[in-house]
């Protein structure tokens, strides 16, 4: 990696369990992405989601206010999402 790049963000999904991990820099465009992960899984019928980011190596306060946002968000409609080591 050359100075002043980040590693890309990866989610792998297990939807059966209803957990995304995720690897690399966290910026808003990934968060939106993930954002709309997890609302997938939510409409697929998951009540609860965990949000796996212990692999994450950063987080932009952006992406980190977007995902606070859809967590109260999906909890208004009976959608727990579980946010694991946000760095």
């Known amino acids: 990696m050359t100075p002043g790049t980040q590693a890309l ?3 792998t999904v297990d939807g ?3 957990v995304i991990r995720v690897h690399g820099h966290l910026s808003v465009q990934g968060a939106d992405l993930l954002r709309g ?3 997938g899984l939510a409409r697929s019928g998951r ?3 965990l949000l796996d980011l212990q692999e994450v190596t ?3 306060r952006p992406a980190r206010d977007l995902l ?3 967590q109260v968000r999906l909890a208004a409609v009976g959608t727990v999402v579980r946010i694991v080591e946000l760095p």
């Open 68 to 70: 606070g946002a859809l």
């Open 9 to 11: 963000m990866t989610e």
């Open 47 to 49: 009540g609860r989601v």
């Open 16 to 18: 059966r369990r209803g």
């Open 37 to 39: 992960t997890v609302e």
């Open 58 to 60: 950063g987080v932009d």
